[in-house]
């Protein structure tokens, strides 16, 4: 995907996937902030969120809505993830594995043949938000909470990110990016996604339709992130961050004792002990992170 624009430095013409003016240096925007705050993306993004407060007032709920938009505008970019993921942070790179380094950790295998080949997939979808394979491996994903929790599916420990770190290189796509274009194919229309700045008007296009005139906020929340029976069905806002995460991105880390493993059946499983809660809460507590065993 091209979305060439001028450098503001130079006025030299910058293909997206650039993050440094390859004439005359300048660090830029991330492709994928440029791309969000694109003005085809930011008028469509205006539309929708007009049209979806407009037909909310009309069925009554406009009340509703204020509480949602409230909601939104403090709401949080978390990530659900194992302990295995953040030890390997605390023993290992110092840096926050993503997608393709739990590839190559091996840390993520399949062997469903019904589901998609996230594999192959994932690089496909970041081509298309990032203009070229040049930065595939760039992006962190996470979700929108309004109850600082993560989705069980991905992980026994909750990460809460801090805004000042994340909010000047994150956008926000209408819900899982990968499922949606394993569904809809490559063309993304305008107003599925936005800056973080914009996030509200972004949950807001989503959810208007489905919101209630008596909801309240424990409703609101399940709305803007709901846990499905598999992690295929999860449903939520994606927060997508571009460059490497370190300790000092996080603001609140949380571990858990035990976790759902299969929901069907039930059953819990017991995270590895207390000499790995031991590393995670000491790298925590160098980086004055707040970390808590629950």
């Given at each position: 995907?091209?979305?060439?624009?001028?450098c503001?430095h130079c006025?030299?013409a910058i293909?997206l996937?650039?993050?440094?003016?390859?004439?005359?240096?300048?660090?830029?925007?991330?492709p994928?902030?440029r791309?969000?705050?694109?003005p085809?993306e930011?008028?469509a993004?205006?539309?929708k969120y007009?049209d979806?407060k407009?037909q909310?007032?009309?069925?009554g709920?406009?009340?509703?809505i204020?509480?949602?938009?409230?909601?939104?505008?403090?709401s949080?970019?978390?990530?659900?993830c194992?302990i295995?993921?953040?030890?390997?942070?605390?023993r290992k790179?110092?840096?926050?594995?993503?997608y393709y380094?739990l590839?190559?950790?091996?840390?993520?295998t399949?062997t469903?043949?019904?589901?998609?080949?996230w594999?192959k997939l994932?690089?496909q979808?970041?081509?298309?938000?990032?203009?070229?394979?040049?930065n595939i491996?760039?992006?962190h994903?996470a979700c929108l909470?309004?109850?600082r929790e993560?989705?069980?599916?991905?992980?026994?420990?909750?990460?809460?990110?801090n805004?000042?770190m994340i909010e000047?290189?994150?956008?926000?796509?209408?819900?899982?990016?990968?499922?949606?274009f394993?569904?809809?194919?490559p063309n993304?229309?305008?107003?599925?996604?936005s800056?973080?700045?914009?996030?509200?008007?972004l949950g807001t296009?989503k959810l208007a339709?489905d919101i209630?005139?008596d909801?309240t906020?424990?409703d609101?929340a399940n709305?803007i992130?709901?846990c499905g029976?598999?992690?295929?069905d999860d449903d939520?806002?994606?927060?997508?961050?571009?460059?490497?995460?370190?300790?000092?991105?996080f603001?609140?880390?949380?571990?858990r004792?035990t976790?759902?493993v299969?929901?069907?059946?039930?059953r819990?499983?017991l995270?590895?002990g207390?000499?790995?809660?031991?590393a995670?809460k000491e790298?925590?507590?160098?980086?004055?992170?707040?970390?808590?065993v629950v």
């Open positions: 995907m091209s979305l060439d624009e001028a503001n006025n030299g293909p996937e650039y993050t440094f003016c390859p004439h005359c240096g300048i660090q830029l925007i991330c994928n902030v791309l969000a705050s694109s085809e930011y008028k993004l205006e539309k007009k979806a407009y909310a007032t009309q069925r709920c406009s009340e509703a204020k509480k949602l938009e409230n909601e939104l505008k403090t949080k970019a978390v990530i659900g194992s295995s993921k953040l030890l390997t942070m605390a790179s110092g840096t926050f594995a993503n380094d590839m190559s950790y091996q840390f993520l399949y469903n043949t019904d589901e998609p080949d594999a994932r690089p979808v970041e081509i298309e938000f990032m203009g070229s394979h040049k491996d760039q992006l994903y909470s309004t109850t993560s989705l069980p599916h991905y992980g026994e420990c909750t990460v809460i990110l805004d000042h000047h290189r994150s956008s926000v796509f209408i819900e899982n990016s990968a499922l949606f394993f569904v809809n194919g993304i229309p305008s107003g599925h996604r800056t973080w700045v914009n996030r509200t008007k296009v339709d209630k005139e909801a906020l424990k609101i709305l992130m709901k029976e598999t992690a295929r939520f806002l994606e927060v997508q961050i571009f460059g490497d995460m370190t300790i000092r991105t603001e609140h880390i949380t571990l004792k976790f759902r299969n929901q069907e059946r039930k819990t499983r995270r590895r207390t000499a790995s809660e031991n995670i790298l925590c507590k160098k980086a004055n992170v707040n970390c808590e």
